[in-house]
């Protein structure tokens, strides 16, 4: 007689998935549970009832590891997403385990941990990088997981993301519109999917316009990195009339800095970002930002990972959604 862990092996699906299959689970796709069944009959395989008894009771456990320092999960941006993503998992019986991570060394020793130690049955993949290592291991790993981003991997993977190439052109298109020609992006570390989809979106509407996309730094996507690229910018001999910022963060330093130097934001020097966090609404004046919103990629990021875990086909969850654009006085538009 067979073992769940080779029957689940021989399927390519994790041993709770094939559990959950074998119980009639509803967030299991029909076909796989039929998929399960038959290949659970060749195999010889029967459960043991205590322990599917007990099974009955559990669900399983989604790891969501934010890319920071270890203790600090000030995020504003994932606020709404981790209540969405949460909320959702736990109506469906499913926790969800909030940890954190620096890039690197340490976040790749916690993923091992957590995949080799049967500590998490699903991951959500968050900041995704160009060239990711977390993705690469998971797909070695067979470990479903659904990214809030793009890579560059070639191998098939399941995203959601917003339109940031789009949504950045189509800002800059307007700031050009309103006389700008020297537009500054103040962006967070191109390595980073989101900030090198933006800066495409960015050069894009520069060249079209004929105008030089040269005005262009990198730095850490904070209010620190913001106030210092800003500052950078702010002592050029012929200074920059817009700032794009990559993120609401970079955008809230970037202002401070202005406001140091004597100008003011929204006539002398726009400013712009991306996230619409809360603080967006009460900077002085209001942030001109976009977003993809929070609250409803966390439930469909918790709704696509259940599908993973279910057996849903990845070329199904593979989502680009455009930005939702929000001009106020920042940029000297809006009310």
């Excluded at 109506?91 to 991570?101: G, K, R, T």
């Excluded at 970037?254 to 619409?276: C, F, P, Q, W, Y």
Aim: proline letters at 6%; hydrophobic letters at 40%.
């Amino acid at each position: 007689m067979g073992s769940i862990r080779t029957l689940a092996s021989s399927l390519g699906l994790s041993i709770t998935t094939v559990s959950r299959a074998l119980d009639g689970y509803p967030d299991v796709a029909p076909e796989t549970r039929e998929r399960v069944r038959k290949a659970a009959a060749e195999l010889g395989y029967r459960p043991n009832a205590t322990a599917r008894r007990l099974r009955k009771g559990t669900g399983e456990t989604v790891a969501f590891v934010m890319p920071t320092e270890p203790g600090r999960f000030y995020e504003p941006v994932f606020a709404e997403q981790l209540a969405a993503i949460g909320e959702h998992l736990s109506a469906h019986h499913h926790d969800l385990v909030l940890l954190a991570a620096r890039p690197g060394p340490d976040e790749a020793a916690l993923y091992r941990r957590l995949v080799e130690g049967r500590r998490a049955d699903a991951f959500i993949v968050v900041r995704t990088r160009k060239d990711d290592e977390r993705v690469h291991y998971l797909q070695q790993k067979g470990v479903p997981f659904i990214c809030h981003g793009r890579t560059d991997s070639v191998e098939p993977y399941a995203y959601i993301d917003g339109d940031g190439e789009a949504g950045f052109r189509a800002l800059t298109t307007r700031l050009i519109a309103r006389g700008h020609r020297r537009i500054a992006l103040l962006c967070a570390p191109l390595s980073l999917m989101f900030a090198s989809r933006r800066a495409a979106g960015w050069r894009s509407a520069m060249s079209d316009a004929g105008l030089p996309a040269d005005l262009i730094a990198e730095g850490p996507h904070t209010e620190e990195g913001g106030h210092a690229l800003a500052t950078r910018f702010l002592a050029m001999p012929e200074r920059p009339t817009a700032m794009i910022c990559t993120t609401d963060r970079m955008a809230v330093g970037a202002m401070r800095a202005i406001e140091s130097a004597g100008l003011k934001v929204g006539s002398d020097t726009a400013v712009t970002g991306h996230d619409n966090i809360p603080a967006s609404l009460f900077t002085d004046p209001p942030l001109t930002t976009m977003e993809l919103p929070m609250r409803e990629v966390g439930k469909r990021l918790a709704e696509m990972v259940l599908a993973r875990l279910g057996g849903a086909d990845i070329r199904d969850l593979q989502e680009v959604r455009p930005l939702v654009q929000h001009p106020r006085a920042s940029s000297g538009e809006g009310a």
